[in-house]
Each structure stands twice: as C-alpha cells, then as structure tokens.
C-alpha cells in the first residue's frame, strides 16, 4: 500500500509539472492510476467520461499499465503526456480517436503542441508517441523519485490448450473413413461386415 501511494505522489507531480509547462495549468487534475488493463496491450488510457465522484466532483480517469510501469522512465512520462493530450481534448470537445482507438489527425497535431512526436502506425493511426528531444531534456530536470517506477506486474501466463487427437477408423475392404475423438470406438463396416481399423490423424 505505502509502495503504490509513493507511485500516486510521483505521478501527481509529474502531472503538475506536465500541466504548468505544457497547459498552462488548465487541466483539472484526474484521479491518476496504476492499475492492470488485463488482456489488452495498452501502455495507458484515459476514460471519455467522468467516471470517478469524489465529494461530489465529477472526474476523468487516467491510468498507467502497471504490468508497462518499469519501462525506460522517459516512456512511462510519454504515455503519461499521451493520455493528457487526450484529455485536453475532452475538455474541449474535440474527437481524437475513433472507437477502433484509431488516433486521427487531431490527436497527432495536439500531441506535438504538448511536447510529444507522434507516428503513424497501421490500424491504431497517429497513437505511437514519444517525447522530443526537448522535451527528454526538460523531464531530466524534474524532482520526481524514479525508483518507485521500478516495479512492474507480471502477465499472466496463459497455456494454450492441446487440441484433443482425431482418430481415423477405415475399413480395411471398402476404405471407408469415420473420423472420431474416441480412442476405443469399436464400429463395423455394414457394407463389408468388417471392423473398422484405428489410427490416429497424421500417422
């Protein structure tokens, strides 16, 4: 718990920090995360709607992929100024991704407003961003503690399943071929009056 609290204080400083150099402190902080995105590879997100009530006050969520948290520290500021670009949009109501998280034109021409370059890859759009070489110079100065980005959840390990053995039974008269799971079926040719022959697919 203290460990994860130290993350929250780190990243709420970049936050401000990021904010006063980038949006001259216009953006309302939001509840910042560290939290697992389970099966989807994403580095981070920010939700599109105020899904958070804290006194009250309604409030955007940013989250970082704590199984992506012990990246290149640079790379972690990335996708922490990645996610405020797309909250800056929010606020002001333009659309920057589709709902495929296709990020268009938009999103790229803010994004390099706000200290990021970003490329354009296949299906995700304009969404690969990293930060200028500017900007690289600029987080080095920063106060902020980088060894509680040192830590990382592991992915889960996901054995496939073996695809259960096919057993060919053919007719050693007519050939005929009856394709089954079971490894002792026992079944006559009515044509040949002959038992079926087992093997298995791909002998």
């Known amino acids: 718990m203290q460990f994860n609290s130290a993350i929250h204080t780190e990243l709420n400083k970049l ?47 940013i989250a970082i992929s704590s199984e992506y948290l012990n990246r290149e520290f640079h790379e972690v500021v990335a996708t922490l100024m990645h996610e405020l670009v797309h909250l800056y949009n929010l606020y002001a109501e333009v659309r920057d991704v589709s709902g495929t998280q296709y990020h268009n034109k938009r999103f790229r021409l803010e994004a390099e407003k706000r200290g990021l370059s970003a490329t354009y890859a296949s299906v995700i ?6 930060l200028t070489g500017e900007s690289r110079i ?15 959840r592991k992915m889960p390990i996901i054995e496939k399943k073996k695809a259960p053995k096919t057993y060919t039974y053919t007719c050693p008269v007519c050939k005929e071929k009856v394709l089954s799971k079971n490894p002792d079926l026992e079944i006559v040719c009515l044509s040949c009056d002959t038992l079926f022959e087992r093997r298995i697919k791909g002998d």
């Open 138 to 152: 600029w987080v080095d100065t920063l106060d902020v503690d980088r060894k509680v980005f040192d830590a990382v």
């Open 15 to 61: 936050f401000q920090q990021i904010n006063k150099r980038f949006y001259n402190n216009e953006l309302v902080m939001p509840n910042i995360l560290v939290q697992s995105v389970g099966k989807k590879r994403w580095l981070g997100y920010c939700t599109t709607k105020k899904v958070w009530d804290i006194n009250g006050n309604p409030n955007y969520e």
């Open 125 to 130: 759009g304009w969404s690969v961003t990293r």
